[in-house]
């Protein structure tokens, strides 16, 4: 199967709700068992790891639905779904940070993420190095014997740096360093982190796979081997998603290889002639044929999303207020 139909068909069990092609929404925190055997029955599957339903903040069927349609586009055992993109940032990093140890972020990264690291990750004694996005096989001199995570981007938020991500992450293999990258730009319909040799795919759902800019929501997907220690720190905070957002992520995913596509054409056909204005230093957009980007991009990624970056000359601040504020179709704010 393809992607794209794999976008519409995956984690669907209309057997399972009378034939409704949707999974519903499952509004749960008390999920009650109807005997002490059940009841034990269900404490023991859960020790195993089976995906059944327990209590709410453990997962219900609508939280199911989509951690296997994401786990089957992104090529991964399994996926867990948190209340933000930052939140999913965030725990990736506490599951495999320890205190002592030392972790590499790209420069690029995500703001929030790198605060983050900076910060909070700083308080339990992780120590976090920024590196060059375009490092690639370099990464193996930033290494240290305490270094237990290298954290990838691509494109870098901001400045739109394409990563080497196969080489980074064959090195950090062979180190026994785990690799996460986060994959929100270009989503597993345009980039699978996992078949590249990362071991846990990180998404802010918010964004494509929400796709409507109604919805908050995080998304991490790992390897079998990564997943143990996932688990454990994802459930030992207290993640968890709500059911709407879940839903509304889901019917989302049902359109976004459709969206993706006219992103990626409009994004191009604006980013070329944005390059063509006078006023205009340099766009920051990896699949225009003169970014710097573009060969990693053409080698790696099947499509490219819609966002991108524009560097202006230098301009009054008059002058930048009117063109922002004369904009009639974009709008002013983060997504
Ligand atoms: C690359 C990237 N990662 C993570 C996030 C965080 O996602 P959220 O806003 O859902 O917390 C964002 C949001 O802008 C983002 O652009």
Request: hydrophobic share 45%.
């Amino acid at each position: 199967m393809r992607d794209d139909t794999k976008a519409v068909h995956a984690g669907r069990h209309p057997e399972s709700f009378e034939g409704a092609v949707n999974p519903p929404v499952f509004h749960a925190s008390t999920i009650l068992a109807g005997s002490l055997a059940e009841w034990e029955r269900k404490k023991a599957d859960r020790a195993m790891d089976a995906p059944g339903t327990y209590y709410g903040r453990l997962g219900t069927p609508t939280t199911r639905a989509l951690e296997e349609a994401l786990s089957t586009l992104e090529g991964g055992h399994r996926t867990v779904l948190l209340p933000s993109g930052l939140a999913a940032c965030g725990v990736a990093l506490l599951a495999f940070a320890e205190p002592g140890a030392h972790v590499l972020v790209p420069d690029s990264v995500y703001g929030p993420t790198r605060i983050f690291a900076t910060r909070f990750l700083k308080r339990f004694g992780v120590e976090a190095t920024f590196y060059d996005p375009l490092v690639a096989a370099g990464i193996a001199e930033l290494l240290r014997p305490n270094t237990k995570v290298i954290y990838l981007e691509s494109p870098g938020s901001l400045t739109f740096e394409v990563q080497d991500v196969r080489a980074v992450c064959e090195i950090a293999r062979r180190r026994g360093m785990v690799t996460m990258m986060d994959n929100t730009w270009a989503t597993p319909l345009y980039f699978k982190p996992l078949a590249h040799g990362v071991d846990l795919s990180i998404q802010a759902a918010t964004k494509y796979v929400v796709g409507h800019s109604d919805a908050m929501l995080g998304v991490v997907t790992v390897t079998k081997e990564a997943w143990p220690k996932l688990r454990s720190a994802y459930f030992e905070l207290g993640q968890c998603a709500a059911p709407d957002d879940v839903y509304l992520a889901q019917r989302g995913l049902r359109t976004m290889a459709v969206r993706l596509k006219r992103h990626w054409q409009t994004g191009v056909r604006l980013a070329e002639w944005i390059a063509a204005q006078p006023e205009v230093e340099r766009v920051l957009h990896p699949a225009l044929p003169g970014d710097p980007g573009h060969g990693l991009w053409k080698r790696d990624f099947a499509g490219a999303s819609g966002l991108f970056g524009v560097q202006l000359k230098p301009v009054q601040r008059t002058a930048f207020a009117a063109f922002v504020d004369g904009l009639e179709l974009f709008g002013l704010g983060a997504s």
